[in-house]
């Protein structure tokens, strides 16, 4: 039987969509469980089909919620709560987010009423909404929830509570805590829904890391140097890259010692930090595959700074180009590629010049593209240890480098130590 007959098979025995079930057991396949236990845990998915047609609740624990469940009944415990305000439909309405737990797994909720929710509470949540967000089941608290506070705590192996590290928040957490100091702060003015606004936008580091951040609501206590708690902050993603963001519901408590924060950046594998979505700040250690087109000495639009071809820039047309040096370096180390992009002050100490020198060396050769050359005879084909913030989207994988410098190891005494490997 094809994987498409059994996907059919076991729809129509579960009363459910044929392509979803096709599709969830593609997946599970593709990681290599067996078909009879893909089936199984599809049956469990799909609730065996007894109740999963009527709008009666249905007891359930959270690792058995399916996105095709209408309405459950659960006892949870309550892993975080967060306050928010939204607009909706012309109104602003707090909402209250986070993660509840049992012993079989965690699952997100919104509360749209004030249920007086605290974190570490046990609770039976009566007839709440399933729906879903990212292709997994969430829940929904309304005005036909009831909610029962149990006296037995239920144990669960989760955190309690919204405390992370840095290096541990990922979009779309919610009632997160961090401690952290502010590293750079800058007051902005923006056209926000209500009008102009003042904001706050910087840097926040601790031993795991650093993070961009938004205050909407300006805490006087956020400003550079500044140690503080952040509690009930919300992360966002910014180009791949995890933003902290601080609410008028946020609560900022300013800390006497310094908090203290981690002078280098983690490193990875480059298919490992692409695949994660983007870093603020990553080391990547690889060979210099190739210098991409577009590097050396190029010319930028003097109104919005993108590279100006033959004169034109894409958004302000025949432009007088400014000079600058730049260089785009595809990184490879065997597990992944990116492209290393150099600004002005590295490109100058890779190239060994400035711009006046590359625009004589140029007008010599009375071809731009010595400079790129030379660039590519300089690094190409050998390894780089490049730090800087990563991202990942449509215009591919880049990682704009803070700083690029040849890697300690000697390729050399590699060869020799691959060489006697082989010898034994
Ligand atoms: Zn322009």
Redesign the pocket.
């Known amino acids: 039987m094809s994987l498409e007959d059994e996907a059919e098979a076991l729809a129509s025995d579960l009363g459910v969509d044929k392509q979803e079930v096709l599709e969830d057991l593609e997946k599970l396949t593709s990681y290599s469980v067996p078909l009879e236990e893909a089936k199984g845990s599809l049956r469990r998915k799909y609730g065996d089909g007894s109740a999963s047609s009527g709008n009666e609740p249905t007891t359930k624990e959270i690792a058995d919620i399916g996105t095709d469940d209408g309405n459950v009944t659960v006892t949870a415990r309550v892993l975080t709560v967060g306050k928010r305000s939204i607009r909706y439909q012309g109104d602003d309405q707090t909402i209250y987010e986070g993660e509840l737990a049992d012993e079989t797994g965690r699952i997100s909720y919104t509360a749209w009423e004030e249920f007086g929710l605290s974190v570490g509470d046990t609770v039976t949540v009566g007839n709440a909404g399933v729906r879903e967000w990212d292709g997994r089941p969430e829940l929904n608290l309304g005005q036909s929830t009831t909610l029962v506070f149990e006296d037995d705590t239920l144990d669960v192996e989760y955190g309690v509570g919204g405390d992370r590290t840095l290096d541990a928040l990922e979009p779309g957490d919610r009632g997160r805590n961090v401690v952290v100091r502010v590293l750079e702060c800058e007051r902005k003015t923006i056209d926000g829904r209500d009008g102009e606004t003042e904001i706050l936008s910087g840097v926040l580091g601790d031993e795991t890391g650093k993070l961009p951040f938004t205050d909407w609501d300006p805490h006087s206590e956020i400003e550079a140097g500044a140690s503080v708690r952040l509690e009930n902050v919300s992360i966002r993603e910014f180009r791949g890259v995890p933003s902290v963001n601080v609410s008028e519901f946020s609560s900022v408590i300013a800390l006497q010692e310094d908090v203290a924060v981690s002078e280098s950046a983690p490193e990875l594998p480059i298919g490992d930090a692409v695949s994660s979505g983007g870093a603020y700040d990553v080391t990547l250690v690889g060979n210099v595959i190739e210098v991409r087109d577009g590097s050396g000495l190029i010319e930028r ?1 003097p ?2 700074g ?1 590279v100006v071809q033959n004169g034109q ?1 894409r ?2 047309g025949a ?1 007088e180009g400014e000079d600058d040096l730049r260089v785009k370096a595809i990184l490879d180390d065997g597990t992944g590629t990116v492209t290393a992009v150099l600004g002005h002050d590295l490109t100058e100490e890779v190239y060994g010049g400035g711009i006046e020198t590359a625009k004589e060396h140029a007008r010599d050769a009375m071809d731009k593209e010595v400079v790129a050359d030379e660039i590519r005879e300089q690094i190409v084909g050998r390894e780089y240890r490049v730090r800087g913030q990563l991202s990942v989207d449509e215009y591919g994988a880049n990682l704009n480098a803070t700083s690029f410098e040849e890697s300690d190891e000697d390729p050399s005494e590699r060869a020799k130590a691959a060489l006697a490997e082989v010898d034994t």
């Open positions: 639009c109104e919005c993108r820039c958004s302000h432009v």
